[in-house]
């Protein structure tokens, strides 16, 4: 263990001690994925969540310089209203050393919580291999699916989001060696459609299920993250058909107005909310709600194993 000092609220401090079920959740689906105030009732509507099915929730940011897991009110509030930086795990130091404001990626969140022996982490969706257009020499792949091969956390998702190369993420989420697990489904979801039409290699029907696995997975230390993939909830979900047409909109107008690196992911998602007329918005709100619920079960069932 390095001696790096990590904040933690009261709850996350004593859950940790005993043994208890605790969910980390990022930040950057707060300062990044929504506007104000939504971003700030679904910050509180996971943490509730998470609570509700008797876990307890580790929502991960840089506040002031400092590495915090569980955030009080007032921190989250600043998120919220932000700026905050965009934190993957490239950007800690430099914003912890600078006293910033930092929210966490998929990457960073990760590692925060394996850090802190925290099991579980439910986002939204993944980063992953971004498309490229016909002649663009870009090469764009999130910093998300390195940190997942090297970070031992299930990492609860729809996938990864469908503005994004799937075949080729799945393909990069193989060679690194992450355990993919279809969670009732055997397709790989595609964040805002409950198929990309790509298959996943494994499947667990109930939480007692997926819970050996990740179990067992930790037992074998073989230090990868798992990504357990719950397609977003069928009343919200879009059909594949519409959300392709969606996207290449919203890729369009990303390559028209000269937008790559870390903004590309905010551009895009933002894009899609404004061409659905908020629609992908309440699909990406459900689906991370979903995950965070599915997240506490299952930490829930892996503390009731270790104990
Ligand atoms: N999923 C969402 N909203 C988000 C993100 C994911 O629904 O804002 C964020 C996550 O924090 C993820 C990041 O780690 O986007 C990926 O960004 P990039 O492609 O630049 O690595
Ligand atoms: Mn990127």
Known sequence: MSPVTIDLSDEVRAALADGGAVVALESTIISHGFPHPENLALAGALEDEVRAAGAVPATIA????????????????????????????????????????????VAATAWVAAHLGIAVFATGGIGGVHRTAPGE????????????????????????????????TLEVLES????????????????????SG??????????????RIVACHRDLGIG????VCNPPPEEIAFAREDMEAMVGDALAA???????????????????HHLSGGRTSVVNRGLAISNAALGAQLAVALAGLAS
């Not at 932000?82 to 914003?95: M, Y």
């Not at 992450?178 to 979801?189: A, L, Q, W």
């Not at 790509?198 to 819970?211: I, K, S, W, Y």
Request: with cysteine; proline share 8%.
């Open 254 to 272: 990303a390559s028209a107005a000269g937008i790559s690196g870390p903004a590309s992911t905010p551009f895009l998602l933002a894009h899609l």
């Open 137 to 168: 020499a870009a090469f764009d792949v999130s910093a998300d699916l390195l940190e997942l091969a090297r970070t031992p956390v299930a990492v609860i998702s729809a996938g990864a989001k469908s503005i994004l190369d799937l075949p080729a």
């Open 62 to 105: 840089i506040i002031d310089g400092r590495l915090t897991a569980g955030l009080d009110t007032a921190a989250l509030e600043r998120l919220a209203l932000g700026p905050a930086v965009k934190c993957t795990t490239r950007d800690l130091a430099p914003v912890m050393a600078a006293g910033g404001l930092g929210a966490t990626t």
């Open 176 to 195: 690194y060696g992450v355990p993919v697990i279809g969670y009732r489904t055997d397709d790989f979801p595609a964040f805002h459609a409950r198929s």
């Open 224 to 227: 990868s993250a798992m990504l």
């Open 198 to 211: 790509l298959p996943v290699p494994h499947r667990a029907d109930d939480v007692a299920g997926l819970a």
